[in-house]
């Protein structure tokens, strides 16, 4: 019987997991500003997911507000995309 990672066999084990980290999760647009990014820093997230129209396109102020997040020690940064019929 073939299992998928998703399910209860997965390899990742929470059990020895107390509490999960901040994420914030922001959906980009045309003429995204770095407001958001800064916000989710402030607010103490140690993560984000970017969730983008096509194309992992994001505006160069959003950009930059993601890459001053890694300078400033996000442990991850997700870009995810949406194609065809939603």
């Given at each position: ?53 096509g ?22 940064t ?9």
């Amino acid at each position: 019987m073939q299992t998928y990672r998703h399910t209860t066999e997965t390899a990742f084990d929470v059990r020895l997991i107390n509490e999960l980290s901040k994420v914030s999760i922001i959906y980009a647009h045309q003429g995204d500003d770095r407001y958001l990014y800064d916000a989710a820093v402030q607010a103490g997230a140690k993560g984000i997911v970017v969730a983008t129209a096509g194309g992992y396109t994001i505006s160069k102020q959003a950009e930059a507000g993601i890459h001053d997040a890694l300078k400033g020690g996000f442990r991850h940064t997700v870009i995810s995309t949406q194609y065809g019929n939603c």
